[in-house]
């Protein structure tokens, strides 16, 4: 167990609706990542916060936006859903990103199906 | 452009030993990250070089040279278990790490 917590585990929806996904960091890290994970293909990053600020963007839609909340937990909303966007969405956190060895350590996830 | 490059895909013995290499371009270096990742599960982290050399933890090692841009994972005693999906990350100049595609690893009886 990681420490990191996502909810929902399982999402099944349909095409066109909006979705919103959470995730709780381990206590005392300040930084959240976000990632999404198709079917046998690797990890693509979406977006980074850092104690409530957002701190790098990666491949992320414009259908899709995030925040982070003043008690560091994150929520991820997906929105205009294609059949494309199932996935596996991973939260990850970590204490300090200014450093090489901060160790980012992930959420067991929340598998998305969109029908 | 940043690019990590490891093999899609190996196969290994029970018992034996296997080297999964990762070869690098990024721009700046911080650190190289190893991650496990069995199929339908969270990754789960291995290992972090920064400077040269092997970094051994029980029947996992990892080498990096930083001259040459290159890293490998060996794993020692194969188990079952080890059947997986390894993930080498670099943290380049700005700290974000950049993923390679991964390995699958197939461990046959």
């Known amino acids: 167990d990681s420490g990191v917590t996502q909810t929902p585990k399982h999402l099944i929806t349909a095409t066109g609706q909006r979705v919103t996904l959470r995730c709780s960091p381990r206590s005392g890290d300040l930084s959240v990542y976000w990632y999404q994970q198709s079917l046998d293909q690797g990890l693509q990053f979406l977006i980074q916060y850092y104690n409530g600020e957002e701190r790098a963007k990666g491949n992320i839609l414009e259908r899709f936006s995030a925040q982070q909340f003043p008690d560091l937990h994150s929520e991820l909303n997906l929105s205009s859903l294609e059949l494309g966007d199932s996935a596996l969405y991973f939260c990850?956190?970590?204490?300090?990103?200014?450093?090489?060895?901060?160790?980012?350590?992930f959420g067991p996830g929340t598998r998305l199906t969109v029908l | 452009g940043q690019n990590i490059d490891q093999p899609t895909e190996m196969t290994a013995t029970e018992g034996a030993i296997v080297q999964i290499n990762c070869t690098y371009q990024t721009s700046g270096f911080n650190g190289l990250f190893w991650y496990q990742q069995h199929a339908g599960e969270a990754p789960t982290f291995l290992s972090y070089?920064?400077l040269d050399g092997l970094e051994e933890k029980g029947r996992f090692s990892s080498f990096l040279s930083r001259s040459k841009g290159y890293s490998y994972l060996l794993l020692k005693e194969l188990q079952m278990k080890d059947s997986a999906s390894y993930l080498c990350a670099v943290k380049d100049s700005n700290y974000q790490l950049i993923w390679g595609a991964g390995t699958k690893l197939i461990i046959k009886p």
């Open positions: 070089n920064v």
């Open positions: 990850a956190s970590s204490p300090d990103p200014g450093l090489g060895a901060d160790t980012q350590y």
